[in-house]
């Protein structure tokens, strides 16, 4: 099965040419995965699709605000709907949750300083469209590099209740603590989805934890995420014309 | 600076009084303002290196002498082949003056106008490296303010155009109090077929010239000619000559020129600094042997009524120049339109070798090519300063601290401790090539999508030592740097250099400069690196206070690892694996952060470099790789080997017990052993079982290797041997938290 | 119907919940380093001055107002959006 992948480019995705390259040149798993301008984004043509992380629009006004209001979301929303994978790495979770596609929002890093190093994330659903190969409470090594990570939400109830809640911040031992947290995100939450689990965004970078030459825990983490949307995408049937 | 009268007005310009001379005689009539204002950007000191140009010349011509230098001084950046098809390009600039009235900005155009240099040779920018210098930040909020949003501005600009800073440096001292030094650099990759269609000559006739970028306004109208004066107290007011980066437009820029590139009709690329469009227009030109008619009324400006002097002036950031093949044209300008970049088709080439200049049917600028493009040389006038030799001959006091309360203050102090807090508001990460990251190397080392290959660069200097000896600082330096890839295992292939100091018009300040060029020129010649490009930053002074910057010659070094397998890292290991210290320690406390720390001393004998000795060492140590010995690898400098050795336990929490007896020249004091930085050597880790065979290669080598001692797993570094001294026992957690602690403890409050 | 032009000058600050990092910070820094210690509470935001063709300072507020949330140009998840001032542009 030919399974059809869009990582779209917005003026200003810096990470797009990276999450290509895993899905292209380090998953061999029937994965095709195409950098399409947002302007010319079709939703008919893709299985599943990225939002990779970067500076879209230069974070003008607000990180993800402008992106989120291109032609490329409104395509994605067709998706959306449908129930294909969405993920939204970093900047791409910014412009998600911009879109409304996700709860919250991300704010400006409690230290006021961008932090680029590698942290722990536990896994806390274990279900959905780009966890289903990770285990329930899971330690992932995975680098953050941002400067507005701190997630917030004003309904963090109905989140823990449908269980939105993917991935939380975490030590070595996997306790959530203030020190594990490094950007002050309410609950320590790094990632969360929809209600109906198909779309996910994240603020660590699953392209940069995905091969062992770059990873400094010997972990190749970042794979599970990839793995578990070309899981899901074969579970539910191609959707791409040529599937 | 002086009045000049030109055919339409009077302008102020900092051309002396001969060079006025010299520009109305060959021209034959006075000039128009347009090209007097021209001719006063292109001859100052910045753009046309007029008091530096008869000293670069002692460089050997780096493209004549290796067939793997593509591309030498005088282009936009250097270029080296690396094999497999592909080639490195490379430059480090200086961004001095402005950074110290407007840190942010000033650091942000910096790295803009850096990541354009190599941009416009047609590659992609994949990192930057960033040597800084500034006052010491205890109790000085000025030094405080400067240091954190220099190093915000670089991070804020790498990170949204998405490269990685991989490297730096940074180094504290009152003479960058008041000069602080904002140096940067840039590597781009790619294959070598798009760098062909790149060069910073325009050299076929009846090619289009196209402006792409930004507007073009009224900002940092003279910012060259205030790069070529010192910092007064009239420089608040110099304000305006500050531009304002844009790392957004620039990250399209670097999207759209390196697709425009793709397409195979760009014939000549250029990028916008110093002196905007004259200067870019009069390189591409002059140095393609054509000329050019040029209608800056086509030109998109940003600011209304602008004049014809105020656009060829203009130094508005993130514009570049394209030549473009007239079949081609359409496509270029396609691919400018996909990414919604201003762009503007402003003029054609021709055979004349004449820069027309025509302001819609006004012609305002009419003068040869060549004519901008060389300024008449000074020769400047040098004289080693009368203070050195006194300098020279301070002693150090006896040693009577207590040795580990010396390791201690030294291992917290500004130029040792951990650099962390600047180096996590880099993104060093992006663009997945980050093997060895920030920490974890004497060097930044990045894979090579695409070939086996991987890069390893690094930069810096030292200026203490430089500021006794310019000759062998700078010399040193290249130790150093070059040591810092060696560390990781790779070759050094060539060398970019930033010449930082102070006013080349006082016989004294210029004393330092050639004699750093002199030091510089020898050794790469005899350790056959080539110089494939540089930047001289002269007036790092400050008339008020009297203060000149130490003589800094950065240097940086790029060096290639072939295969995965032969990376070498920093932190060590293994337990009960042994460590040798590589290379001779010499009574040289001159310049040493010992002297400096503990003794608020400047002078003493400082280090000297034996290009033979180096040699033979970085031979050795290659030997040493090919067969796998080395397990783990760190240069010798700041603060002598314990705080080498102690910096290599950090990471992964080792301790190590040394024994000194008989590990060093028996006529040196226990300060000299312990705190001299002289310069070449390594500390390496190595399997017990390998020391017959790695003494056998230093004596066919002629190199001092000596075991100090072995890796335990408990925190604390014991030391015995010492001469007349009881044992030294050191608590590694406190050292490593000294380490960590400085910076943050002073920035954050 | 005369349209003229009018200024709305907007200013986007974060709700009390979301925090504001930036303030606190400058807060801290003035009392900490130059002895402000008058200085009760600073809270930063984003201003925007926006030029509007209308018919009256009533329309040009209503036309803000409106782009404001429906563009959301202010985050309504975490800031609060407030109108400080329409006037007459003079031209």
Not at chain 2, 217 to 243: N, Y
Not at chain 2, 415 to 423: G, L, P, R
Request: charged letters at 25%.
């Amino acid at each position: 099965m030919n399974i059809k992948i869009a990582v779209i480019q917005f003026p200003g995705s810096n990470c797009d040419l990276d999450t290509l390259h895993v899905l292209n040149n380090v998953i061999s798993n029937g994965v095709e995965a195409e950098l399409i301008w947002h302007n010319n984004f079709k939703e008919s043509n893709y299985d599943g699709c990225v939002l990779p992380g970067g500076f879209s629009f230069g974070d003008y006004l607000r990180s993800g605000i402008i992106a989120a209001h291109s032609p490329a979301l409104d395509q994605a929303r067709v998706m959306l709907k449908d129930g294909r994978p969405i993920i939204g790495i970093c900047n791409g979770f910014q412009i998600l949750t911009e879109a409304q596609f996700l709860p919250g929002a991300l704010l400006q890093n409690d230290s006021l300083k961008f932090i680029c190093k590698w942290v722990n994330i536990k896994v806390e659903n274990n279900k959905t469209a780009f966890s289903n190969k990770m285990k329930k409470d899971q330690i992932l090594n995975i680098p953050i590099a941002h400067g507005e990570g701190r997630y917030f939400t004003d309904n963090l109830k109905e989140l823990v209740e449908n269980n939105q809640i993917v991935f939380r911040y975490v030590n070595n031992r996997g306790e959530i603590t203030k020190e594990a947290n490094p950007n002050g995100s309410m609950e320590s939450i790094a990632g969360v989805c929809n209600l109906e689990q198909n779309c996910l965004g994240l603020m660590p970078h699953p392209e940069r934890a995905s091969e062992l030459i770059l990873s400094p825990k010997e972990t190749t983490h970042g794979l599970l995420f990839f793995d578990s949307m070309i899981e899901f995408i074969k579970k539910k049937g191609a959707h791409n014309e040529k599937g | 600076m002086r009045k000049v009268k030109t055919k339409d007005t009077e302008l102020e310009v900092d051309l002396t009084e001969s060079e006025v001379k010299y520009i109305k005689d060959f021209l034959k009539r006075e000039p128009t303002t347009t090209e007097l204002g021209m001719l006063d950007i292109m001859w100052s000191e910045h753009c046309s290196y007029k008091s530096s140009r008869p000293k670069l010349k002692q460089f050997e011509d780096a493209e004549q002498n290796y067939d793997y230098v593509l591309a030498g001084p005088g282009q936009d950046a250097g270029v080296i082949d690396i094999g497999d098809g592909y080639c490195l390009s490379f430059r480090i600039e200086s961004h001095n003056h402005p950074s110290a009235i407007e840190p942010y900005h000033g650091a942000m155009t910096g790295i803009g106008g850096i990541i354009r240099d190599v941009l416009c040779m047609g590659v992609r920018p994949i990192a930057l490296l960033d040597p800084l210098r500034f006052g010491p930040l205890k109790n000085n909020p000025h030094s405080q303010w400067l240091f954190k949003y220099v190093v915000k501005g670089i991070a804020d600009y790498g990170n949204c155009t998405g490269i990685p800073t991989i490297g730096g440096e940074v180094e504290f001292d009152k003479s960058f109090e008041n000069n602080c030094l904002v140096n940067v650099a840039c590597i781009g990759f790619g294959p070598i077929e798009d760098f062909k269609h790149a060069p910073s000559r325009a050299d076929y006739p009846g090619d289009y010239l196209v402006l792409m970028g930004g507007s073009t306004g009224r900002d940092g109208i003279h910012g060259v000619t205030f790069a070529s004066r010192t910092l007064t107290e009239m420089s608040e007011a110099d304000r305006p000559a500050v531009q304002i980066g844009d790392p957004f437009t620039k990250k399209m820029i670097i999207e759209a020129t390196l697709e425009a590139i793709k397409t195979g009709y760009v014939r000549g690329c250029k990028d916008l600094g110093g002196g905007g469009i004259s200067c870019a227009l009069s390189e591409l030109t002059g140095n393609g042997g054509t000329g050019a008619e040029i209608d800056i009324s086509k030109i998109f400006t940003r600011e209304p009524g602008m004049n014809s002097f105020e656009i060829m002036l203009s130094e508005s950031q993130e514009r570049m120049a394209f030549v473009v093949q007239s079949e081609g044209l359409e496509k270029v300008l396609d691919v400018f339109k996909k990414f919604e970049i201003s762009h503007a088709v402003i003029g054609k080439t021709d055979d004349s070798k004449i820069l027309k200049i025509f302001d819609g049917n006004n012609l305002v600028v009419n003068l040869t090519s060549e004519a901008l493009a060389h300024s008449p040389v000074i020769q400047r006038e040098e004289k080693k300063p009368s203070y050195i030799d006194e300098l020279l001959t301070q002693k150090t006091p006896d040693l009577t601290i207590e040795i580990d309360k010396v390791i201690y203050t030294l291992i917290g102090s500004e130029n040792i401790c951990s650099k962390e807090w600047i180096y996590r508001q880099y993104d060093h990460e992006v663009g997945v090539r980050s093997v060895v990251k920030c920490g974890d190397g004497d060097s930044g080392v990045l894979r090579l999508i695409g070939t086996n290959k991987f890069l390893a660069a690094s930069v810096g200097v030292n200026s203490k030592h430089s500021f006794l000896d310019p000759y062998n600082g700078a010399k040193g330096g290249l130790v150093e740097v070059s040591g810092n890839v060696i560390a990781n295992g790779a070759k050094p292939r060539a060398m970019v250099n930033c010449c930082n100091f102070g006013n080349p018009e006082k016989p004294e300040s210029y004393w330092f400069f050639s004699q750093a060029v002199q030091g510089m020129a020898d050794f790469c010649r005899v350790m056959r690196i080539p110089v494939i490009g540089g930047n001289v930053s002269f007036y790092n002074e400050d008339d008020v206070s009297h203060t000149t910057i130490k003589p800094t010659p950065t240097i940086m070094i790029v060096g290639i690892i072939e295969g995965e397998k032969n990376i070498v890292t920093l932190p060590f290991k293994k337990s009960g694996n042994e460590i040798l210290i590589i290379g001779d320690t010499k009574a040289e406390l001159g310049g040493s952060e010992y002297n400096s720390v503990v003794y608020n001393i400047e002078g003493g004998n400082p280090p000297k470099v034996d290009e033979n000795q180096v040699k033979r060492t970085w031979n050795f140590l290659f030997e040493l790789y090919d067969k796998h010995f080395v397990k783990a690898n760190h240069d010798v400098n700041k603060g002598g080997f314990v705080i080498t050795v102690a910096e290599m336990c950090f990471k992964n929490n080792f301790g190590a017990d040394l024994d000194l007896t008989n590990c060093f020249d028996n006529s040196l004091r226990n300060d000299e052993v312990l705190f001299s930085e002289s310069v070449g050597r390594f500390i390496i880790e190595s399997e017990p079982k390998d020391y017959e065979k790695i003494l056998k290669i230093a004596k066919k080598n002629n190199v001092t290797v000596k075991k100090i001692g072995i890796l335990i797993s408990s925190p604390e570094i014991n030391i015995t041997g010492i001469k007349n001294s009881k044992d030294i026992k050191l608590d590694l957690n406190k050292m490593k938290n000294l380490y960590d602690i400085t910076i943050p403890n002073i920035m954050e409050i | 119907m005369d349209n003229s032009e009018f200024i709305v000058e907007v200013v986007l600050e974060n709700k009390p919940a979301a925090r504001d990092p930036t303030g606190e910070t400058i807060k801290r820094d003035l009392l900490a380093k130059k002895g402000y210690n008058s200085i009760t509470s600073v809270r930063s935001g984003h201003y925007l001055r926006i030029y509007v063709k209308a018919s009256n300072q009533e329309e040009a507020q209503v036309i803000v107002n409106k782009m404001c949330n429906d563009l959301r140009i202010f985050n309504p998840i975490t800031q609060s959006f407030n109108i400080l001032k329409v006037s007459d542009k003079k031209s």
